[in-house]
């Protein structure tokens, strides 16, 4: 079994920065794809941003393009998201993902099996 833990979640103003990290435990952890999902309120949970088991490999969805960066650090067993020129429209509970999805299902929360209680982001116009 695998866990998930999310943090860095908070109230920020519009242009503002924010870091979610997300920590995992458990057997295999460290050999999954890590990936970040949101769900805004009334809306469908959407991709935001995968990364390989090794970090050499990272995948954005549009909206995060530019702005926001997926890490992770393998030693901590740790994935991090740097959020940064939050836009209002960028609030939303942000969930971390890990599974052994194929790269072409990285967007994909199917392709995922374990997933975080997820942490709340708000940006303030």
């Known amino acids: 079994q695998v866990q998930l833990v999310e943090s860095g979640g908070g109230l920020v103003q519009a242009g503002g920065s924010l870091r979610l990290s997300c920590a995992a435990s458990g057997r295999s952890s460290s050999t999954y794809t890590m990936a970040w999902f949101r769900q805004a309120p009334g809306k469908e949970r959407e991709f935001v941003a995968a990364?390989?088991?090794?970090?050499?490999?990272?995948y954005y969805a549009d909206s995060a393009k530019g702005r926001f960066t997926i890490s992770r650090d393998s030693g901590k067993n740790t994935v991090y998201l740097q959020m940064n020129s939050l836009k209002p429209e960028d609030t939303a509970a942000y969930y971390c993902?890990?599974?052994?999805?194929?790269?072409?299902?990285?967007?994909?929360?199917?392709?995922?099996?374990?997933w975080g209680q997820g942490t709340q982001v708000t940006v303030s116009s």
């Open positions: 993902a890990a599974g052994e999805a194929r790269r072409n299902s990285w967007s994909f929360a199917y392709g995922y099996d374990h």
């Open positions: 990364i390989s088991w090794s970090g050499g490999n990272t």
